[in-house]
């Protein structure tokens, strides 16, 4: 029962949804800010994020005649629950609570927002939800591969520091620094684009392009059910560098300095997005795609390679 | 039209966040390819030409200027060369060049409110913040002389309103200057910029056999290698006395409106600063007072091309007739040509690319209740071209074909 309940505590409050909210608005104040001071705005408030979902929140639920109800409200709860599992696992790892082969776990469970967009934007029966979908399934195609294969060169960096069975965790992996070594970095960069995507941002924000298709995948959702979608950004604001930070960048440790160091990992993952989020326009869906497979897909079957060749006659920095 | 035949369309309007306008593109699309559009405009007809019957000749600039809110220099301008035109009146050249210095400073604003508009339909946000803040000056500047940052209502006939005061040259050359420098400065990160490359160019081409098909004009013609410039061609105000170029490029595609765009902007800046230094001494008007019947035309280049007046006169102090063609009247149409068969996210691209400006050429469509168009666009245009035959016989018009011309 005492376990249930702290289990309960970890998800739902600290670490869980309510702190990962809480640092995920934080985030998203700082995306916005940050963005205004390079474009010569002002910028919002601290509290400009969290005022735009509780606004929402409060708003009429439109449902589309047409939509398939059940999938339509059940979509957005299907991403969310997915983004808070996903930093959850992380915050796991993080305090070292660990399983094998949560690095696993935690792929499985990355998939699961844009998943949800494609079924919501399906079922919501709008022509531009339909191309919403369809981009975003394009996309999530042309992402996951790079992504994996980044992860695997990591694996693979990792696996001959790391004792037999361990090579999965997240905890273990946390430990090094992969990003300290050229194929490292080369994964790093492709891991850092595939994140751009998957949050949505410039240059990859293909799926809900506002000048083209109208925010596409999310064009009916209103009211509580948008707030959900924010929420689900919001929160994957948070899990996504976080999980750069753990694989690529040593993790955040338990003392005072590590956590600090960890603060600040996560804040320069994060700015680097914002930065690549506004030195580019959006690329259309068939260049994204070329980008992914051929560029991405290419420079990671170098790193595989090298990162190989480092472990075999053991040359670290390689 | 049978159920069996129809295929999905993406509706572009009439409320879309592409343009602040209301407009309403159909674009029959085929996954992400675009294989059919159908334009439909009209959701803001204003009456201004009928509106323009009920004033006086010398309130109609006002009127005019408000037709867009960005061509608000060069539509006065070519309605009082028509004026003019009626009643024979030449404006000291004082004041063909304050209207010079006038309709430059908008083609700069113009330009650069396209160059951040067309940044944000790629989303580019940061080119779009950038360019509105280098445009910001240029407005000062306009408020300065005129009073106002957009509807300058500068122009009358017989001269202009309100004078370029002297001591105010000395700061203008220097913020022209200013905006000369910013203006290249982002003319060449936008050209430099190798995903912008990959995102415009060889997109929406518009051919040059095309464009002549279609009778576009200003930068959508200078892009597809059409270099025409009613500047050149028609010299009005103080053009003719300017050193300048007419900047064209042969590719037709997004990219090589942008640089003509880009290039005409830094152009202008330099045609201000000379008509400034050239600035003669002088009255800023004529007295005029009456205009004898008559009919006239007046043109003016502006940002987006030909703008087109026509004026008659019975002598009376009211225009019996007035008729506005504003450049978007003969871009937009070309669309036909630049769209199909291109991806959904290149033909919201090519759309804006022209900087359509919908409400300066709105034409009518009757509709009856709610649902049923009886005359749309075409079949309007249609009865109006009867109507001309019609109008030409009754009055022994020769036999007039198109290639004649």
């Not at chain 1, 300290?180 to 960069?189: H, K, Q």
């Not at chain 2, 602040?20 to 204003?46: A, C, K, P, W």
């Not at chain 2, 989303?123 to 280098?134: L, P, Q, S």
């Not at chain 2, 095309?210 to 500047?231: E, L, N, Q, W, Y």
Request: glycine content about 8%; overall charge neutral; aromatic content about 8%.
């Amino acid at each position: 029962m005492i376990q249930a309940l702290t289990n309960l505590f970890w998800i739902l409050i600290f670490p869980g949804f309510v702190f990962t909210l809480a640092v995920g608005l934080v985030a998203a104040w700082l995306v916005r800010k940050v963005s205004a001071l390079v474009q010569y705005r002002v910028g919002p408030p601290v509290y400009q994020p969290a005022a735009d979902v509780m606004k929402l929140l409060g708003k009429e639920i439109l449902i589309p005649q047409d939509a398939q109800r059940a999938v339509f409200v059940a979509a957005p709860l299907i991403g969310l629950s997915g983004v808070l599992l996903l930093s959850t696992v992380l915050w796991l790892a993080l305090a070292q609570r660990e399983f094998v082969g949560d690095i696993i776990v935690a792929i499985y469970v990355m998939v699961l927002p844009s998943l949800a967009l494609i079924l919501g934007s399906s079922a919501s029966s709008s022509p531009h939800a339909a191309i919403g979908a369809g981009r975003e399934m394009k996309l999530v195609l042309s992402y996951e591969l790079p992504l994996l294969l980044a992860f695997v060169v990591v694996i693979i960096k990792t696996s001959g520091a790391l004792e037999a069975g361990e090579q999965l965790s997240l905890v273990a992996i946390a430990q090094h620094t992969p990003v300290l070594s050229i194929s490292g970095m080369l994964a790093f960069i492709v891991a850092l684009l595939c994140v751009q995507a998957k949050l949505g941002f410039v240059p990859f924000d293909i799926a809900e392009s506002e000048s083209e298709v109208a925010s596409g995948v999310m064009i009916e959702y209103s009211g509580a059910l948008l707030a959900l979608w924010k929420l689900m950004q919001t929160l994957m604001l948070v899990a996504l560098p976080l999980f750069l930070v753990t694989v690529f960048l040593g993790g955040i440790g338990t003392s005072v300095a590590s956590v600090l160091g960890g603060v600040g990992k996560y804040v320069l993952v994060l700015v680097l997005v914002i930065l690549i989020k506004n030195t580019n326009p959006r690329v259309r869906i068939d260049q994204a795609m070329r980008f992914f497979w051929f560029y991405c897909g290419t420079a990671l079957l170098a790193a595989v390679v090298l990162a190989t060749l480092g472990n075999y006659y053991g040359v670290g920095w390689l | 039209m049978t159920e069996a035949v129809r295929k999905p369309v993406l509706a572009v309007g009439p409320f879309h966040p592409l343009q602040e306008e209301m407009e309403f593109f159909q674009l029959t699309v085929d996954g992400e390819i675009v294989t059919d559009i159908d334009v439909r405009i009209s959701y803001n007809h204003r009456g201004i030409e009928k509106l323009s019957e009920g004033l006086q000749f010398d309130q109609v600039p006002f009127l005019v200027s408000r037709i867009c809110g960005i061509c608000s220099a060069s539509h006065p301008l070519a309605y009082v060369q028509a004026v003019e035109e009626i009643a024979g009146v030449e404006p000291p050249e004082r004041a063909l060049y304050v209207r010079t210095i006038i309709n430059e400073l908008e083609r700069i604003h113009s330009h650069l409110l396209w160059v951040g508009l067309a940044g944000h339909f790629i989303g580019y946000d940061t080119v779009f913040m950038w360019a509105w803040k280098y445009r910001e000056p240029v407005l000062d500047l306009l408020e300065e002389i005129t009073g106002n940052r957009n509807n300058y209502g500068n122009v009358k006939v017989g001269g202009c309103r309100e004078d370029i005061p002297d001591e105010l040259v000395p700061k203008m050359l220097k913020e022209l200057d200013a905006i000369e420098k910013k203006t290249e400065m982002l003319t060449k990160a936008v050209l430099d910029d190798p995903v912008i490359h990959a995102r415009l160019k060889g997109v929406g081409v518009l051919k040059k056999e095309d464009g002549i098909k279609f009778a576009v004009t200003g930068p959508t013609a200078r892009g597809s290698g059409i270099a025409i410039d009613v500047r050149r061609d028609d010299p009005y105000a103080a053009y003719s006395d300017l050193d300048w170029q007419v900047i064209s490029q042969p590719e037709g595609d997004v990219f090589a409106k942008a640089v003509v765009r880009l290039l005409e902007t830094i152009e202008a800046a330099k045609m201000t600063r000379q008509a400034l230094k050239k600035l003669p001494k002088g009255p800023v008007a004529v007295e005029v007072k009456e205009i004898p019947p008559g009919e006239g035309c007046g043109h003016a280049e502006a940002p987006r091309g030909e703008t087109f007046h026509y004026v008659r006169s019975d002598g009376g102090n009211r225009p019996v007739r007035h008729k506005v063609r504003a450049p978007s009247f003969v871009n937009v149409p070309s669309f036909k040509a630049s769209c199909i068969g291109e991806s959904i996210a290149d033909v919201t691209i090519t759309l804006a690319a022209v900087d359509p400006c919908y409400s300066c050429t709105e034409r009518m469509a009757v509709v009856d209740g709610r649902r049923n168009v009886i005359h749309d666009y075409a079949s309007l245009l249609q009865m109006s071209r009867a109507k001309t035959t019609r109008l030409r016989k009754e009055i022994g018009a020769p036999e007039m074909k198109l290639e004649d011309i």
